[in-house]
């Protein structure tokens, strides 16, 4: 049985009706779309085709979760172990741009 902290970020990273399509990069939550932009060591950076303003990627491993804003990288949901988040931090400070690049994409086209 996951523990709260568990339990909270699952809420968060994939609600109450997810399902996972493994022939896809897409998650699809209830109606909404979650593009995945990168796997690295474990970690999957995904963000929401219904975004908002400030730019920000989502991370997920194993059942650890945390919300990064693109740019300034400040960390506003963190359910992973500090080592963990560290290592998500340099993933994403390294593909930065590439992140901003798919969501100025992906987000043109809503």
């Not at 896809?24 to 060591?41: A, C, F, G, W, Y």
Request: with cysteine.
């Amino acid at each position: 049985m996951p523990n709260k902290r568990t339990r909270r970020a699952l809420c968060v990273t994939l609600g109450a009706q997810a399902r996972i399509r493994p022939w896809t990069d897409i998650v699809k939550i209830s109606r909404i779309l979650m593009p995945t932009l990168l796997v690295e060591d474990g970690f999957k950076f995904f963000s929401y085709d219904n975004e908002h303003e400030p730019k920000h990627v989502h991370v997920s491993k194993g059942d650890d979760y945390a919300k990064v804003e693109l740019g300034t990288f400040r960390v506003s949901k963190d359910f992973m172990k500090t080592k963990e988040l560290k290592k998500a931090l340099a993933i994403i400070k390294a593909n930065n741009q590439q992140f901003e690049e798919k969501w100025n994409e992906w987000h043109a086209k809503r």
